[in-house]
């Protein structure tokens, strides 16, 4: 385990249809984060997680976004009827909390995703 | 406004040259801070964290002025693997949050 791994890389899908990304983060790392990127910006926060639970959700996050943790190992976001507007990135990350003090948090590659 | 706000860019400065980065913060209760690097198409990666007293790593030098809210990034004696966007960083409420980024060009 070298990283943290998001798949797939890239994902073009049709508006209206539903997609699934997965994050595997680094195995020891209790807290897990996604992020999404649009062209010309920084990332933004969605979402995160420690161990299974979902701690905070922005409200970019919207009803048709769904995020899961179930074991607290890897995670799934799921977006439904997409629209063109979520074409971006979204960038996982995972870090490592031990009495509230973080080690720094380590990015997958991402999933580019184009909705056409 | 945004949280955290950084020089527009894009920087296109010669190799060899000097090279400042600033961002302010606008929540105080920000609890750490960071400096990230993010090659084009590629994910943000760590470059050095930013502590009140200042550090340095190599040609880096970061700076944090709690009272101002003020962060900054020195890159002296640039070379050409230096162009990159460079994201600043801070940790709150157990979440990062980034500014838009500041893209650097570094000329032959």
């Known amino acids: 385990d070298t990283g943290v791994s998001q798949d797939p890389r890239h994902k073009i899908t049709k508006r209206g249809q539903n997609v699934t990304f997965r994050c595997d983060p680094i195995s020891e790392h209790n807290r897990l984060y996604w992020y999404r990127q649009t062209l010309g910006q920084g990332p933004e926060f969605l979402t995160y997680f420690q161990n299974e639970a979902q701690l905070e959700k922005s409200r970019l996050l919207s009803d048709r976004f769904s995020a899961e943790r179930p074991k607290g190992s890897f995670s799934t976001l799921e977006i439904q009827r997409t629209e063109q507007g979520d074409s971006a990135m979204y960038l996982c990350?995972?870090?490592?909390?031990?009495?509230?003090?973080?080690?720094?948090?380590?990015f997958g590659s991402g999933t580019r995703l184009t909705v056409v | 406004r945004k949280e955290v706000e950084q020089d527009p860019g894009p920087f296109n400065v010669p190799e060899g040259a000097t090279v400042a980065f600033n961002c302010t913060y606008s929540n105080s209760a920000s609890q750490s801070f960071f400096w990230y690097r993010q090659d084009c198409r590629k994910e943000p990666k760590l470059l050095m964290s930013v502590y009140s007293s200042g550090n340095e790593d190599g040609r880096f030098t970061a700076q944090l002025n709690r009272a101002s809210q003020y962060i900054s990034l020195l890159i002296r004696d640039s070379k050409l693997s230096d162009s990159a966007t460079y994201l600043c960083?801070?940790?709150?409420?157990?979440?990062?949050?980034f500014g838009k980024g500041t893209r650097l060009h570094i000329l032959p």
């Open positions: 960083v801070v940790n709150r409420d157990d979440k990062i949050i």
């Open positions: 990350a995972s870090t490592e909390t031990t009495d509230g003090s973080n080690y720094g948090y380590t």
